[in-house]
């Protein structure tokens, strides 16, 4: 089984994400949004309830079909497990409007009494593709009998696959949809039969709202006025990952109710790695605001130009910016691995995961889907933003643990999926002559750089990684890689502990690799992602060294190298670094033992542009308070001014004061104290 535990290192390398912008509006061609560094002890500790058939009076292995009362049960036993402060009962407030956002991407439709393949993907039923509606029949009976405080539950969902009936633009001959059609492996329920039995219930209304039809809103209210601009409201200083000017139109029932209620499958997905709490955002993409009649959600794929598939995640980041789900419920009794969302095949799980910190339940799914969180792109879209925690070593899990129940799905093979992979070398070059047999340095396989060390009389450079999240690929400046010329790239990979695994590998041109020394791979065309290399290599605890020799034959050259698992999950706690030191905590300890001092760390990089880190160390659960001034006294930003528990911690500062405006360049004081001690530091923003 696979577990993925990170160390107690909470430092997270920030990364900068590029994204191919030209012709979107107003947007400069070369604008590049960056994700914030993340100090995950920050957004503090979550709970997340496992529960299975395992767990059933009579247990009920993982991988059979259940009926309606022992889902049931494994439903109301995962809501129970939850007794966090977060919990559904404490989420749900007196006369609350609830939406449960469903996921029906195909269905069995039949029209004139003969079933409509092309419903369903390769002609065959996937029932893992779509909410069980055993669980939403389960949940809203706990949310109108056992519960009791809302006024009003309505399911949601914008449908890609399939037409409402009676709408214009739906084959007339067709009689059923998503909402009225019987769902054979859920029990034969029906949506519309769910809220006929409980409609009225308790006095609570229960109904449904098509997001594809919604009225949606604009800057001028009801289908009027350009789009709503993109939240920030976790006051991140970030806005739209997707479109950070233009925002999106909206679902006036969603801008509406009081709670969001989330109820995603577990599946695979070719582009997020899965689909799960934030993936099922696609659903409430309102499309027809647009002017595009049908229900497909490619549109959001597509607003940037040239950008395709791989912006979908940053959209559906945004889209959750608007409505946080409050409450998040995974449901795997039927679920997709292999090529999906559409083509991949049904596997039975039968697990419910369940909390109110939806990065943490997302983190939870994917890790007993088999994936390492710190792989998934959208995880740290969100965590960036505030909505909460991914690090597993901040979750609590009850019930079940992860191990229990973990199934290794087998990943979308289109693109191939793998880990998240390096992002920045220290690259040296061109040297003449594209031949990777030449030595072109003698002790090639032994460089140990530094930045801004010369070799051969040519600078160390620092080489980042211009990214759309599923490629791994770092582009290798014109200046350090001429045409048929050599370069070297180098970078060290840290593991917690020694482990076996394999680094894959791509480049448009010709790759020599080695590691720790020793040479492990050589080949003169590697392409990139799509065809990635797989070397079975072993490393040693701590660093291990990696010298590239990159050969560029002809346009760009770059490569990619992710140190992962067997399916091309990072190995765990696998960091990548550029210099030679092993990961500390903010403080300069090693690992994460509590720290006996209160102490305030120098602030990194210093100076700055845009943002930096502030790291400090806390002897005792305390209150805090980190403060900005300008030289003249005067506050600029309250970073933190809450309880914090012990141990180490960092902090970002992103340049701006409490309003959200820049600050301009200059000297800055930082101040950080407790009811018994205080520290300060100086540092400088360069704009």
């Known amino acids: 089984m696979k577990k993925y535990v990170k160390p107690g290192i909470l430092i997270l390398i920030a990364v900068l994400v590029g994204m191919d ?7 400069d061609s070369d604008v590049q949004m960056i994700i914030p560094r993340v100090d995950t002890a920050m957004l503090g500790n979550s709970t997340v309830a496992i529960a299975s058939s395992l767990d059933l009076d009579e247990p009920v292995p993982l991988d059979q079909e259940l009926t309606y009362e022992q889902v049931d049960a494994v439903v109301k036993r995962a809501i129970h497990l939850d007794t966090s402060a977060e919990n559904l009962a404490a989420t749900i ?34 029932w893992g593709q779509a909410t069980d509606l055993r669980v939403v029949k389960s949940v809203i009976d706990y949310l109108v009998n056992e519960e009791g405080d809302a006024s009003r539950v309505t399911i949601v969902e914008g449908g890609a696959e399939w037409t409402r009936v009676g709408e214009s633009g739906t084959d007339p001959a067709q009689t059923e949809d998503g909402w009225t059609v019987q769902w054979e492996k859920f029990d034969n329920l ?32 009801v289908r009027a006025g350009n789009p709503l601009a993109v939240p920030d409201p976790n006051q991140m200083g970030i806005g739209g990952f997707q479109r950070p000017e233009d925002g999106y139109y909206i679902s006036k029932t969603l801008l509406d109710v009081d709670k969001l209620v989330n109820i995603p499958a577990m599946k695979t997905h070719d582009t997020p790695g899965v689909t799960l709490i934030h993936k099922n955002y696609v659903g409430t993409f309102m499309q027809r605001a647009y002017g ?18 791989g912006q979908v995640v940053a959209g559906f980041i945004d889209l959750f910016s608007y409505r946080p789900t409050d409450y998040g419920i995974i449901e795997g009794f039927w679920g997709t691995e292999g090529k999906g969302p559409q083509w991949g095949k049904d596997v039975n799980h039968n697990v419910v995961i369940a909390g109110g910190d939806p990065i943490a339940a997302d983190a939870v799914g994917a890790s007993v889907m088999g994936f390492n969180p710190d792989d998934l792109w959208f995880l740290r879209y969100s965590a960036a933003k505030g909505f909460g925690t991914y690090d597993l070593d901040n979750i609590q899990v009850v019930g079940r643990s992860i191990d229990e129940v973990q199934r290794d799905y087998e990943k979308t093979p289109s693109p191939n999926f793998w880990g998240w992979g390096n992002r920045q070398w220290l690259v040296n070059g061109p040297y003449e002559e594209d031949d990777l047999a030449i030595e072109h340095v003698s002790g090639e396989a032994d460089l140990r750089p530094l930045a801004g060390q010369e070799l051969s009389g040519i600078a160390w450079t620092k080489v980042e990684g211009v990214q759309i999240p599923h490629e791994r690929h770092v582009v290798l400046p014109d200046e350090l890689m001429a045409n048929r010329s050599i370069a070297y790239a180098f970078t060290y990979i840290y593991s917690p502990e020694a482990q076996d695994g394999y680094l894959y590998l791509g480049g448009e041109n010709g790759l020599k690799v080695w590691l720790n020394g020793q040479e492990i791979f050589v080949k003169d065309k590697v392409v990139v992602d799509t065809s990635r290399e797989k070397v079975a290599v072993s490393l040693q605890q701590g660093m291990n060294p990696v010298v590239v020799k990159v050969r560029n034959f002809y346009g760009h050259a770059g490569l990619s190298m992710v140190a992962g698992d067997e399916d091309g999950d990072t190995l765990p706690g696998v960091q990548y670094l550029l210099t030679p030191e092993a990961p500390v905590t903010a403080v300069g300890e090693a690992t994460s033992a509590t720290p006996n001092d209160f102490s305030l760390g120098k602030n990194y990089p210093n100076p700055f542009n845009p943002e930096t880190m502030i790291p400090y160390s806390l002897p005792e659960y305390t209150h805090v308070e980190l403060t900005i001034y ?17 141990g180490p911690h960092v902090t970002r500062w992103n340049g701006r004061d409490d309003s959200g405006r820049e600050v301009a360049s200059g000297i800055y004081i930082y101040r950080l104290a407790t009811p018994g001690a205080e520290h300060t530091g100086r540092m400088v923003l360069v704009r």
Request: hydrophobic residues 35%; without cysteine; glycine residues 12%.
């Open 190 to 221: 029906t949506y519309v039969d769910i809220v006929s039995e409980f409609d009225g219930t308790n006095g609570i209304t229960v109904d449904i709202v098509d997001l594809n039809y919604d009225d949606w809103v604009g800057t001028d209210g």
């Open 21 to 27: 912008l030209l012709g979107f509006n107003d947007l």
């Open 93 to 126: 407030e007196p006369g609350d409007w609830v939406a449960i956002k469903v996921n029906i991407v195909t269905m069995p439709l039949v029209i004139n009494g003969k079933k409509q393949t092309n419903f369903w993907y390769s002609g065959r039923p996937h």
């Open 292 to 309: 595009d009649r049908g229900n497909h959600k490619g549109k959001l794929h597509n607003f940037i130009a040239g950008a395709g598939s």
């Open 630 to 646: 300008d030289v003249r006294g005067a506050k600029v930003r309250t970073l933190v001014d809450r309880q914090l528990p012990g």
